[in-house]
């Protein structure tokens, strides 16, 4: 049974940081590309960061310089490191799994409030 946990979520102050965390079980950890997605009311959700098996990483527009996407996989686990946080940044962020057989999972998502 595949699940993806996340954690971290939360409400912080303009100018702040959080520290996401997803916890993957029952999928090729190592093998998979992980990602964090969001969704702002009203609108789609989007590629907040993606990081590949060999570490390669890529971000949306407005995180860069900001965000920062890891991994750790003797335990299974992708962070986002939020920096200089903004109100536009406030969502549900969700964690997201993709094997290299195009098999993706989703995790329930964390919410996250940022007040100016």
């Known amino acids: 049974q595949v699940q993806l946990v996340e954690s971290g979520g939360g409400l912080v102050q303009e100018g702040g940081s959080l520290r996401l965390s997803c916890a993957a079980s029952?999928?090729?950890?190592?093998?998979?590309?992980m990602a964090w997605y969001r969704q702002a009311p009203g609108k789609q959700r989007e590629l907040v960061a993606r990081i590949f098996s060999h570490g390669t990483t890529e971000y949306g527009d407005s995180v860069k310089g900001r965000f920062t996407i890891s991994r750790e996989n003797a335990k299974n686990t992708v962070y986002l490191q939020m920096n200089s946080l903004k109100p536009e940044d406030t969502a549900v962020y969700y964690c997201?799994?993709?094997?290299?057989?195009?098999?993706?999972?989703w995790g329930q998502g964390t919410q996250v409030i940022v007040s100016s």
């Open positions: 997201n799994s993709k094997s290299p057989l195009r098999a993706e999972y």
């Open positions: 029952g999928i090729a950890f190592k093998i998979n590309t």
